[in-house]
C-alpha cells in the first residue's frame, strides 16, 4: 500500500507533469513573471467556469477577503457577521480593517453558519454577512441573501474550501459557490480543491464597478501607472501559479468527484457505528453523499465522535501511519484576539461541541480503495476496542 497522506499533492503532480511543467517553462521564457498572459488567460478561463462575469486575482485567499470588504468600502466600526467555527483569516481580516466581528454559531448537520443565530445578531451597525462554505459545502445561500436584502447588507462568499461546488435554489436553479452574494472569495493555496504550487486567491463579482474598484485595490490602488485613484495593497496572482491553476483548472470536476467517491467509500464503511457521524450534505437534490451532484466537494471529510477519546484515535491512527486533523480545535470567540465580553457562551452551544467532537481524515484525489479500507477498518478496530 502507498503511503497514506493527508494532502497527496506529490501523487496528483505525477498526473499532470507534463503540462504543469510546459506552462510552468513557458512563463519563464517569456519572462511576464507578473500580470503576464498566463494570469489574463486562467481569469478568463475560470470566469467561464463559474459562470461569473469578473474574476480578479490576488496574492491569497485572505487578501481575497480583505481586498472585498475594501471595496465594498466598509468603515471601521461597521459590523460583519460570520461564523465562529472556521478558520481564523475570515475573523481577521475582519478585525484588521477595524470593522466589528460579530461570531454566531453553526448549524449541527454541516458546520455551517446557522441562519437563526445571524437574524438574531443583526443590529443597526451590521452591513455584511460572510458566509462560510465550510469544508466544501454552500451555506444556505437563499435565506441569507433574503436577510441581506431584507436588512440591505453586503455578503461576502468565504469560498476557500468549495470551490467547484453548486448551490440549488428552492426552485432547482443551479449556481457555483462563491458567485451569488456581492462578491465571492477564495483560496488556491496548495492544499486546496483547485490548488497552485505556493500561495494564491482570487475574488468574484457579478457588479462591474465593484470589480473596477477590487481591480484597482489589487495593484496599489492604481488603474494608470503611478496614479493612485483609490487606497490599495500589492496583491497579485504571479503567472507560474496561473499557469498551474490554468493546467487544473479542467480537472477540477473530476478531482471533485473523486473526493465525493472517496467520500461515499468512508461513509459506507463507517455506516452503523454509534459512536460515529458522517457527514451529512443537505442540497434537496443530493442523494446524501453526492452521487449525482456536486453539492458537496468535500475539501474535508470530517467526523462527529461520540463517546470516544479524540486524542487517543488521533494518536492511534498516526501511530498505525494514518496522518488526521482537527479542525478546528477553538472556538474563534475564544481564541485570545477575538474574545469580546459581548458574547455569551450559550449561544455557541454547538461550536463549543463540534471542537470536542471532530476529526477530518485524508482527503485528496489520489486516495485508493486499499488506502480507504485499511483507514475505516483501523477506526472501526479502535472503536470496537
Not at 8 to 35: H, M, P, R, W
Not at 73 to 81: F, M, R, S, T
Amino acid at each position: 500500500m502507498k503511503k497514506i497522506q493527508m494532502v497527496d499533492l506529490k501523487g496528483q503532480y505525477s498526473d499532470i507533469k507534463d503540462i504543469v511543467n510546459s506552462s510552468i517553462q513557458e512563463v519563464i521564457e517569456n519572462t511576464a513573471f507578473i500580470n503576464g498572459p498566463k494570469v489574463h488567460e486562467f481569469q478568463e478561463h475560470l470566469e467561464e467556469y463559474l459562470g461569473v462575469k469578473h474574476v480578479i486575482p490576488c496574492g491569497n485567499g485572505t487578501d481575497a477577503l480583505q481586498i472585498a470588504m475594501m471595496g465594498l468600502g466598509l468603515k471601521p466600526g461597521d459590523e460583519v457577521i460570520t461564523a465562529d467555527f472556521t478558520f481564523a483569516a475570515t475573523v481577521e481580516v475582519i478585525a484588521l480593517l477595524n470593522l466589528t466581528p460579530v461570531l454566531v454559531d453553526v448549524n449541527e448537520d454541516d458546520f455551517n453558519i446557522n441562519i437563526e443565530a445571524v437574524k438574531k445578531a443583526i443590529t443597526p451597525k451590521t452591513k455584511a454577512i460572510v458566509p462560510v462554505h465550510l469544508f466544501g459545502q454552500c451555506a444556505d445561500m437563499e435565506a441569507i441573501m433574503k436577510i441581506a436584502k431584507e436588512h440591505n447588507l453586503f455578503v461576502i462568499e468565504d469560498n476557500a474550501q468549495a470551490i467547484g461546488a453548486n448551490y440549488t435554489y428552492s426552485d432547482g436553479t443551479k449556481v457555483k459557490a462563491g458567485t451569488i452574494g456581492d462578491v465571492g472569495a477564495t483560496s488556491f493555496f496548495p492544499s486546496k480543491n483547485l490548488g497552485c504550487y505556493g500561495d494564491g486567491g482570487a475574488i468574484f463579482t457579478n457588479d462591474d464597478d465593484l470589480a473596477h474598484t477590487i481591480r484597482g485595490i489589487v495593484n496599489h490602488g492604481m488603474y494608470e501607472r503611478y496614479h493612485h485613484d483609490v487606497v490599495g495593497v500589492n496583491s497579485r496572482l504571479d503567472s507560474i501559479q496561473a499557469a498551474v491553476l490554468d493546467a487544473k483548472l479542467p480537472r477540477l470536476d473530476s478531482y471533485n468527484k473523486a473526493r465525493q467517491t472517496a467520500a461515499k467509500k468512508y461513509s459506507t464503511a463507517l455506516e452503523g457505528i454509534v459512536s460515529i457521524t458522517t457527514p451529512k450534505t443537505v442540497s434537496k437534490s443530493c442523494d446524501g453523499i453526492c452521487d449525482a451532484c456536486d453539492c458537496h466537494v468535500f475539501h474535508q471529510y470530517t467526523l462527529r465522535i461520540k463517546g470516544i477519546d479524540r486524542d487517543a484515535l488521533v494518536k492511534y491512527l498516526n501511530d498505525n501511519g494514518i496522518p488526521c486533523g482537527v479542525y478546528y480545535p477553538i472556538p474563534l470567540h475564544k481564541q485570545k484576539a477575538y474574545q469580546d465580553s459581548r458574547y455569551n457562551e450559550a449561544d455557541f452551544k454547538v461550536t463549543n461541541q463540534l471542537v470536542k467532537d471532530v476529526i477530518s481524515l485524508p482527503m485528496h484525489t489520489e486516495l485508493d480503495d486499499e488506502q480507504i479500507g485499511y483507514i475505516t477498518s483501523t477506526i472501526i478496530k479502535f472503536v470496537n476496542g
